[in-house]
């Protein structure tokens, strides 16, 4: 017994007493294992991709876009609904362009002569009334401005439907014959119209040679100088597309160089203040070296000279003239008068 006892003894002594627990009361559940605090390399992966800007845009902006164009490409695969989308838009778009917010009833023209206001209704592009969005303003200005006689056009929609469009035509200035014909010239050497006859402009002063007009400015420039022999002057004549010959009544010329023309043509004329130069029987004053003027006498000028220095006179021709050939035809022709 005494044995048993003491097994008894020792083993309530190895054997812990279970804790007391209150009535009611649950065991606390056990904990779950700690994961790491880094991620898989899946779930890395993904992460640095998603941060890559392509990829995000892709994602975003690329793949709804694919997925709109496939259903919008599988819906309008069908050519029945393609018809009626087109005609729906079609009509849509017809039917705002005919409002009469957007449709010109009339035209209006300022500035423009009979003849070019004829030729501007007649290049607009559609008939009124029509709308604002069949009528290209850009367009049409641009094919006006080519005309020969406008030299700007402004154009503009107002309020109630009119087309207002005002012109500045170019001013004739001279008048320039060549090869061709004549041409009406504006201060720049513009073409402004063709003329048939000289008398139709006889107000303009008149050029004359090929490359003429590309200098109009230029001989404007010397019609204005020669304002002391205006009366006189007739035209002025491209020579060699180089220079110009100021051409005056009795056949006479002043022939400019080609540099400097105004200085030459203002030096003949204080030539013609002081002397009386272009009054005596001169054919042409020869200015082509300013340093050293040529005058070309007359052929009564020359035959004084050549009087007064005991030669033979000259006839129309040049050639030498017999002074005893002359006074024989002086006496045959004073003996027929008498008979």
Sequence with gaps: MSGLKDFTRSFQAAVQPAPVRRVGARPAPARAPRREPGPSRLAYRLNRLWLTPLYRRLLRVGLPAFLVCLIGGLWLADDTRRANLTGAMTSMVDRIQSQEAFMVHSMEIEGASPAVEKGLRAMLPVTLPASSFDIDLPELRASVERLDAIEKMELRIKPGGVLS???TERKPAILWRHARGLDLLDSQGHRVASITSRDMRADLPMIAGEGAGDRAAEALALIDLAGPILPRLRGLERMGERRWDVVLDRGQRIMLPTDRPLAALQAVLAMDREDGLLGRDVVAVDMRDPSRPVL????????????????PELDAEGNLIDPE????????TAAASRG
């Design 296 to 311: 070309q006498m007359g052929l009564a000028a020359q035959n004084t000279l050549r009087r007064a220095a005991g030669l």
């Design 325 to 332: 050939a002359g006074a024989k035809g002086g006496e045959k």
């Design 165 to 167: 469009a005002v012109v």
